[in-house]
């Protein structure tokens, strides 16, 4: 969670400097690149023919608008505020597996997916002051990537993650080339805007990495919370680096999202242990 901190950190950095088309164009397939020299090493193909499976489309797509969405959310609004809005996909994918997987939800955890929502609209507060309207990127993220983390629980065992990974980065280029085109401009940088720009990549490769391997040899369960000191890196990063100070309601918010969050999976918890016995 501090490498996808950091990435984030180094993404509004370059964002300094360059348009944020740019930016993502070079993140999205020097990432892709990377991933599918490391599939090719593990004999997995990146250039199979489950590219076209419907499921991996639909990822793809919904990975290609989520992180085109989050990219202009940390670049248009404070990191910390961003990120706090970000918290919520846990829960958000929770709703969507209940909704269109038929997974079993009771109603403590509907009551948390309630209490994560009012923790995002105290955060983004609609229609009073104090609100930006960029802010409503992040929820267009949140949305997204909840989509595509529902898909991707569709896409077939066989197909490695590694060649998923590296498909997804590859649409988060497009992405890149997208937002670049309605900008009119795609710079290519120069000198140090380079390293704002790699360092971003190399710390966005080595978390998404590290994630697959913690979630392969560890209990699901136990690496989920985790997931939740990305808002914590994120508000210490944000401080040191950009001077943020994270107002009142922002603090409230984020409490009420992450506390729903981790509510929600010590009931997943203690529902599978009393499945068990």
Known sequence: MAGFAVEDVMFKLANQSLPQGTILTIVGFSGALVLAIAATIRRENVFSRDFFH?????????????????????????????????????????????????????????????VGFIGVMVIVRPGLEGFNVSTLWAVAAVMAMAVRDVITRRVPDHIASLPVASWGFMFAGF???????????????????????????????????????????????????????????????????????????????????????????YRERKRVREARS
């Open 175 to 265: 992405a890149g080339l997208v937002i670049a085109a309605a900008q009119g401009e795609l710079p290519v940088p120069q000198g140090m805007q380079w390293l704002p720009v790699m360092t971003s990549m190399t710390a966005g490769i080595g978390a998404y990495v590290a994630l697959i391997i913690s979630s392969r040899i560890g209990e699901i369960s136990a690496v989920i919370p985790f997931r939740y000191t990305r808002l914590l890196f994120a508000m210490i990063l944000g401080a040191l680096v950009f001077g943020e100070r994270p107002d009142t309601w922002t603090l409230v918010g984020s409490a009420l999202i992450v506390g729903s969050g981790l509510y929600a999976i």
């Open 54 to 114: 419907p499921f991996v489309i639909l990822r793809n797509v919904t990975e290609m608008i989520g992180t085109a969405c989050f990219v202009m959310a940390i670049t248009t609004v404070p990191l910390t505020l961003a990120s706090a809005v970000a918290q919520a996909l846990p829960l958000a994918v929770m709703a969507g597996a209940a909704i269109f997987l038929g997974e079993k939800v009771g109603w403590r955890r509907w009551a948390a997916v309630g």
